[in-house]
Every structure is written in structure tokens, then in C-alpha cells.
T-cell receptor, first 115, second 114 residues
Framework: ETGVTQSPTHLIKTRGQQVTLRCSSQ?????VSWYQQALGQGPQFIFQ???????GRGNFPPRFSGLQFPNYSSELNVNALELDDSALYLC??????????????FGPGTRLTVL | AQSVTQLGSHVSVSEGALVLLRCNYS??????LFWYVQYPNQGLQLLLK??????LVKGINGFEAEFKKSETSFHLTKPSAHMSDAAEYFC????????????FGGGTRLMVKP
């Protein structure tokens, strides 16, 4: 049990729609990262937020966006869904952004299916 | 940029046998390395991490890994496999070019035969 929760557990959308995924970090964790895990692959970094500002971004288009709130919750928004967006979306929280040795604690993920 | 490669997408061992999951890294700077485990339909759980202290790192559930700079390796081992060890295992390296993001290997699925 990492103390990181995500909602919803599963979600089905159609191509072209928009989706919002939610994450609640451990209390006191100022950094949240989002990852996309396609079936049979390792997770890929989408972006990271630190104290409500984007702090780093992977190789994902601008239709992937995020928000982080002062209450340790965060959102991942995806616009204009494509079939290839079908994946498990994981959020991970950590204490601070500056320490590379800081452990990232993962939530259980949201399984998104795009039809 | 730092990266990791996991050799063997599937590994099968008998219960009680040695578990060896291989991970090689590529990094121009001293790396921070991690092993995570993922059980079916769950998120990732940290097994252990290397942060430039002791080269032999002990983790949870009897797992350990040894950092070998000369071989650029960080292989995960467990002396005696248990049925409950069946899961997907991911090696990862911190890439601090983009907010300390984790870069994962492709994963190794461990199967344990009774």
C-alpha cells in the first residue's frame, strides 16, 4: 500500500473524445509524475509536476496535459483520444523534485480503452 | 540520456530455484537504478534502489541486486523462488534531464513452476 490512489479504475472512451484521470498523492509529497504503460511494455514518462508547475516532460504531444493542486491531488487530461492512447496510466508521487534518489510511489493505475 | 536494457522478456524457474533477472544500463554519469515489481492488474512496487552507496543492495521479499560498474549491470537475484514471486519486473534508471523521470526497461515476466 503506497498511499497513492487513482480514479477511475477502468475507463472506456471513443476516438476523438476527451478524458480526465485523477490521482491523489501521499500527504506531503510535492511531486507527481505520470506514466503511460502500453500492454506488454514498460511505463513511459509523460510529465512531472512540482508544486503545481510542470517540471519536465517526456515525448508526448500537447494534447496530454496536467494539473496539480495544493491538496496533493492531480489530473491528467488527454484531448482528441486516439486508439494508441489505450494503456494503463500510472501516477507516482515523491517528496521533492530535486533528489534523483527520491523514491517514486506508484498508484494502482487507470486502465483506459479507446474504441 | 540514461537507459536500461532487460535481457529476457520471460524467465521461468522452479520453486526453490535461484532467480536471476538481468539489467544493463547506459549512463554517462553515475546512475541511480531501481527495480520495481508489478503484479497483475496492479501498479508498481519498489523492490530496491541503488543510490551510489553500497554496491550490493538488499530489498524487500528477499531480493537483492549488485551494481557492477565494470559490466554496467544491475542484475536482480533471489536465492530461492516462491510461487508468490511470479510477476513482471522492471529495471529503471533516473534520467534527470527531465525532472528526474524514471526510464524503464521493457520488463521481464517471471514465471515460477511448482
Amino acid at each position: 500500500e503506497t498511499g497513492v490512489t487513482q480514479s477511475p479504475t477502468h475507463l472506456i472512451k471513443t476516438r476523438g473524445q476527451q478524458v480526465t484521470l485523477r490521482c491523489s498523492s501521499q500527504s506531503g509529497h510535492n511531486t507527481v509524475s505520470w506514466y503511460q504503460q502500453a500492454l506488454g511494455q514498460g511505463p513511459q514518462f509523460i510529465f512531472q509536476y512540482y508544486r503545481e508547475e510542470e517540471n519536465g516532460r517526456g515525448n508526448f504531444p500537447p494534447r496530454f496535459s496536467g494539473l496539480q493542486f495544493p491538496n496533493y491531488s492531480s489530473e491528467l487530461n488527454v484531448n482528441a483520444l486516439e486508439l494508441d492512447d489505450s494503456a494503463l496510466y500510472l501516477c507516482a508521487s515523491s517528496l521533492e523534485s530535486g533528489s534523483p534518489s527520491d523514491t517514486q510511489y506508484f498508484g494502482p493505475g487507470t486502465r483506459l480503452t479507446v474504441l | 540520456a540514461q537507459s536500461v536494457t532487460q535481457l529476457g522478456s520471460h524467465v521461468s524457474v522452479s520453486e526453490g530455484a535461484l532467480v536471476l533477472l538481468r539489467c544493463n544500463y547506459s549512463s554517462s554519469v553515475p546512475p541511480y537504478l531501481f527495480w520495481y515489481v508489478q503484479y497483475p492488474n496492479q501498479g508498481l512496487q519498489l523492490l530496491l534502489k541503488y543510490t551510489s552507496a553500497a554496491t550490493l543492495v538488499k530489498g524487500i521479499n528477499g531480493f537483492e541486486a549488485e551494481f557492477k560498474k565494470s559490466e554496467t549491470s544491475f542484475h536482480l537475484t533471489k536465492p530461492s523462488a516462491h510461487m508468490s514471486d511470479a510477476a513482471e519486473y522492471f529495471c529503471a534508471v533516473i534520467n534527470n534531464n527531465a525532472g528526474n523521470m524514471l526510464t524503464f526497461g521493457g520488463g521481464t515476466r517471471l514465471m515460477v513452476k511448482p
